[in-house]
């Protein structure tokens, strides 16, 4: 067996030692107050137990447990573990829950007040649903209950293994890099990159983020919260509104929504496409959720916030970015 990471097996005893999760709570701040409050620069800062454990000063907002708890995550993945899904047993809501709290404290789902907070986690949770879903138009349950079905791919066309990058991420002998995870990762360059990010040998052994659904999770969220290059957004600050587009952006059609989280994570495999399929069944799943969390999706915003019909991408697929 290789040994796992330090950093994985962390998460995996904060798993057996965590016995329950908080209920939700509809006011802006948490009825679990912080376990540490400090004054820092003129700013409060806070930790919050196990979920925000660095001083932050999300960490004084609700954290993810507060306002999104196991029966919704059940609502949103309700076929994730029928007989004819491909990773049964594998997805659930500890693991969901544990990999945030690594992020928590950097803003993910902790970001402004609580309908912002929850609008992240259903657009983040849309993407991994649109992305992992075997459901089609007459499936049992609807077309959009069927994420998380996956966490590989099944039938790999190819090894995905790019030697440009054999001096910075060579591929490892006999190794495939087809996409794993609940943002499916492809290519040696991302799982080399995200590996390091994570300080998990993802380069060697991709097959970790099929093993392990805490990493999977970790490895989706980091994508979110990080840019595909340096000067660009993340798929978190363009949605949460941290990002402020540029002149280019504008005459680009890149506004901060909905619709620039796809133009980051997938380019033109997705935007600047018309009014394509793949990009409307991400929506699809983005309104659907918020409708489940009891936010409505008439909280998602204008359309031309939601689409990213005519945007440009910020990466041409004909230069290596990010997993698609």
């Given at each position: 067996?290789?040994?796992?990471?330090?950093?994985?097996?962390?998460?995996?005893?904060?798993?057996?030692?965590?016995?329950?999760?908080?209920?939700?709570?509809?006011?802006?701040?948490?009825?679990?107050?912080?376990?540490?409050?400090?004054?820092?620069?003129?700013?409060?800062?806070?930790?919050?137990?196990?979920?925000?454990?660095?001083?932050?000063?999300?960490?004084?907002?609700?954290?993810?447990?507060?306002?999104?708890?196991?029966?919704?995550?059940?609502?949103?993945?309700?076929k994730r573990n029928s007989p004819?899904?491909?990773?049964?047993?594998?997805?659930?809501?500890?693991?969901?829950?544990?990999?945030?709290?690594?992020?928590?404290?950097?803003?993910?789902?902790?970001?402004?007040?609580?309908?912002?907070?929850?609008?992240?986690?259903?657009?983040?949770?849309?993407?991994?649903?649109?992305?992992?879903?075997?459901?089609?138009?007459?499936?049992?349950?609807?077309?959009?209950?069927?994420?998380?079905?996956?966490?590989?791919?099944?039938?790999?066309?190819?090894?995905?293994?790019?030697?440009?990058?054999?001096?910075?991420?060579?591929?490892s002998p006999g190794v495939q890099?087809?996409?794993?995870?609940?943002?499916?990762?492809?290519?040696?360059?991302?799982?080399?990159?995200?590996?390091?990010?994570?300080?998990?040998?993802?380069?060697?052994?991709?097959?970790?983020?099929?093993?392990?659904?805490?990493l999977a999770f970790q490895a989706?969220?980091?994508?979110?919260?990080?840019?595909?290059?340096?000067?660009?957004?993340?798929?978190?600050?363009?949605?949460?509104?941290?990002?402020?587009?540029?002149?280019?952006?504008?005459?680009?059609?890149?506004?901060?929504?909905?619709?620039?989280?796809?133009?980051?994570?997938?380019?033109?495999?997705?935007?600047?496409?018309?009014?394509?399929?793949?990009?409307?069944?991400?929506?699809?799943?983005?309104?659907?959720?918020?409708?489940?969390?009891?936010?409505?999706?008439?909280?998602?915003?204008?359309?031309?916030?939601?689409?990213?019909?005519?945007?440009?991408?910020?990466?041409?697929?004909?230069?290596?970015?990010?997993?698609?």
């Amino acid at each position: 067996m290789v040994t796992l990471n330090i950093k994985v097996l962390g998460f995996m005893l904060i798993m057996l030692t965590v016995c329950a999760l908080t209920n939700g709570d509809e006011n802006e701040s948490s009825s679990r107050p912080p376990t540490l409050v400090k004054i820092v620069k003129g700013k409060k800062m806070c930790v919050k137990d196990w979920e925000c454990n660095k001083l932050s000063r999300f960490c004084c907002n609700l954290t993810i447990s507060d306002f999104f708890e196991t029966y919704q995550f059940e609502n949103l993945f309700a076929k994730r573990n029928s007989p004819v899904a491909h990773a049964v047993g594998f997805w659930d809501y500890r693991s969901f829950i544990i990999a945030s709290s690594l992020y928590q404290p950097l803003g993910f789902g902790t970001t402004g007040g609580k309908k912002m907070q929850m609008k992240e986690v259903a657009s983040f949770l849309g993407h991994v649903g649109s992305k992992t879903s075997c459901g089609y138009g007459v499936a049992t349950g609807g077309p959009l209950a069927w994420g998380l079905c996956y966490n590989k791919e099944m039938s790999p066309s190819q090894d995905y293994c790019d030697d440009y990058f054999k001096l910075t991420y060579p591929c490892s002998p006999g190794v495939q890099y087809y996409g794993r995870g609940a943002l499916p990762i492809y290519w040696n360059y991302n799982y080399g990159k995200i590996g390091e990010a994570l300080n998990v040998d993802l380069l060697n052994h991709p097959e970790y983020i099929e093993q392990n659904a805490t990493l999977a999770f970790q490895a989706a969220i980091w994508q979110w919260m990080n840019p595909v290059k340096k000067g660009q957004p993340s798929a978190h600050d363009a949605f949460v509104g941290n990002w402020k587009p540029t002149k280019n952006d504008t005459l680009s059609k890149r506004v901060p929504g909905f619709g620039t989280t796809m133009n980051i994570l997938y380019g033109d495999n997705v935007c600047n496409q018309g009014d394509v399929d793949s990009m409307n069944n991400i929506i699809s799943h983005y309104l659907y959720f918020l409708d489940l969390m009891g936010i409505g999706r008439e909280e998602a915003g204008p359309h031309e916030l939601l689409t990213c019909v005519e945007q440009k991408p910020f990466n041409p697929s004909s230069v290596p970015a990010a997993a698609s």
